[in-house]
């Protein structure tokens, strides 16, 4: 699915991402709150709801859902310092906090604590903030409005005679489909395992981030970034 114009690293990561956040949302909405987790336009449309019914103790806890995200997306900002994909940014860092962000998030959320929402939804908001663009293609891989919107907006294009850019219909593709895959695996582990499928991507990221962290330090002791 990924044309020779396209790193490999950028689909199989883009994917990997895609797939751990529709673990986790699937987690959200099977947990006790069934709250969605890795975005927040029902979150917003919900504390909207609850300020015109005045119901001030589940409009504070959207409230604190919302910020969570923030806080999740500015400790990447921190972090990473850049919203454009490139090999060589701290990647790793980010990676290994968003592994102990849901590795927290269990317990809180075995416990029917909203602390456990509020730190998974912190670790999809770091997620989604550590890789924002690359080549022009804009990368959101903890939710798919703007990418199902693209993808239809190519298909226009094509019935209308014109171009499009198979290399970003061809990321948007792969994103969608390690979305919907998560959710399929989240919701069956959580059948099994309940909030403890969270251990998966938990452990993904945790790997994977240790494991870029040691590429990144042996690239900086190069002298190669």
Known sequence: ???????RWVGTGAFALA????????VGFLAFEHQA??????????FGVALAQG???VALNLLLFLLSF????AASGAIVRNSTLRL???????????SL???????????????????????CGLQNAMASTYSGAVLRTTHVSGIFTDLGIMLGQRLGGHDHDPQRRNLYLLIVAGFTLGAVCGAAGFGVWAERVLL???????????AYAIYHHRVVRRGGG
């Open 200 to 210: 998966i991507p938990a452990l993904l990221t945790g790997v994977v981030g240790l």
């Open 70 to 73: 923030i806080a999740g997306a």
């Open 55 to 57: 119901q001030g103790r």
């Open 88 to 98: 060589g940014r701290r990647y790793g860092v980010a990676l290994m906090l968003e």
């Open 37 to 46: 987790i890795t975005h927040l336009t029902g979150t917003t449309t919900l």
């Open 1 to 7: 699915m990924i044309v020779a114009s396209l790193p």
């Open 19 to 26: 797939l751990i956040a529709g673990m986790v949302n699937a």
């Open 101 to 123: 962000l849901l590795l927290l998030a269990i317990p809180l959320l075995h416990a029917h604590s909203t602390a456990g929402i509020c730190v998974a939804t912190a670790a």
